[in-house]
């Protein structure tokens, strides 16, 4: 190893933000599998990389056992002749022996930049994979790098790589540019085996709502209005359930903002999906009620544990059902309950 690679070390740590001693480590690793198929694949080497003597250094560790017992000298060696080394050495430990021959530096030279560039690239796929888990469940801004115009879907550019939302993974009806900033919500990330990690986006997803309340409404930042519940058809309709926990304050009306304006920057981001927010209330027939909304409920009854029969005016039927049953479903699902709504 030459001065150029001690170098590049440096330079990765302080650009990239590579640990050198993680790159050395990966790189020892490696240049020892290549050393072992030089002296033999049962033998166990160590490579010893110093970057402040930029040196490099091979070893052979072989097992001490009784004389004549040897059955791999590539990975054991027999007390005598251990003792020959040092008289120190004893059964059960093991010699390790500096190996010097030119093969190694050729070794070295011909495999040390494809190990670095390996090193580089599982140390930069790790990065990723961390700095995406550090972000799952919450909303990031990406910007549009590609669209694929035959499949529809997007590659964006999330600031930690590259990674695509799938044309299922975004709101129907809405359309994007290259070049556009877009706020996307990480579902899931997996480590990937070769290249970088599987990040999965959406749109969609309910969670996604979910975090723009709470990055637009200052009271459930800090915990005095809560979300307790959301459903969702993306690109239609989204209804949540807010609570106080603070008499004082409206928990609907903190979710609006004056004029419209906090809700209006959530609609702004969901196009022309429209957001029902209802207000929780611990009494199943109240919260039911509510979660029909915009219909008007006359009344509301428990049938059983899990179903509750509503009545409305005749001319609020077809809105508390919904185009397609939408509004039911969606009311059915926040609450819980199957919803039986009769005029």
């Not at 003597?53 to 056992?65: A, E, I, N, S």
């Not at 027999?78 to 390790?96: F, I, M, N, T």
């Not at 969702?232 to 949540?240: L, P, Q, V």
């Not at 939408?326 to 059915?332: E, G, I, P, V």
Request: with cysteine; hydrophobic share 35%; proline share 3%.
């Amino acid at each position: 190893m030459n001065a150029d690679f001690y170098n590049a070390l440096d330079l990765l740590e302080k650009e990239k933000g590579i640990p050198k001693d993680y790159m050395i480590e990966k790189i020892e690793l490696a240049l020892a599998n290549a050393c072992r198929k030089e002296v033999g694949q049962t033998a166990v080497i160590r490579v010893q990389i110093d970057p402040v003597k930029q040196d490099m250094r091979v070893y052979q560790q072989r097992t001490v056992v009784p004389d004549g017992e040897v059955t791999d000298p590539k990975c054991e060696i027999s007390l005598p002749d251990a003792k020959a080394l040092s008289r120190r050495h004893k059964l059960g430990g093991v010699v390790e022996t500096e190996l010097k021959t030119k093969n190694f530096r050729r070794l070295s030279a011909q495999a040390g930049k494809q190990m670095i560039i390996q090193a580089i690239r599982d140390a930069e796929r790790e990065r990723q994979t961390r700095e995406y888990e550090d972000k799952k469940e919450e909303i990031i801004t990406a910007i549009v790098d590609k669209v694929d115009t035959t499949t529809g879907n997007l590659i964006l550019d999330t600031g930690t790589g590259y990674a695509t939302l799938l044309k299922a993974d975004q709101i129907p009806g809405e359309t994007h540019d290259v070049g556009d900033r877009l706020k996307v919500f990480i579902s899931e990330v997996k480590s990937g085996e070769t290249r970088g990690p599987l990040v999965t986006l959406s749109r969609v997803h309910p969670n996604f709502v979910k975090r723009l309340f709470e990055l637009e409404i200052p009271e459930i930042q800090d915990g005095t209005v809560l979300i307790k519940g959301i459903s969702r058809e993306a690109g239609s309709r989204t209804k949540i359930a807010v609570q106080s926990r603070d008499e004082n304050v409206d928990a609907v009306g903190s979710c609006i903002g004056k004029n419209g304006m906090r809700i209006g920057a959530i609609l702004s981001e969901l196009g022309n999906e429209k957001i029902d927010i209802i207000k929780y209330s611990d009494d199943p027939v109240t919260y039911v009620s509510e979660a029909l909304a915009p219909a008007k409920v006359l009344s509301a009854i428990l049938e059983d544990e899990r179903t509750c029969r509503v009545t409305v005016a005749p001319d609020q039927l077809s809105l508390a059902i919904g185009k397609e049953g939408q509004n039911a479903k969606l009311a059915a699902r926040l609450t819980g309950y199957k919803i039986d709504i009769k005029a």
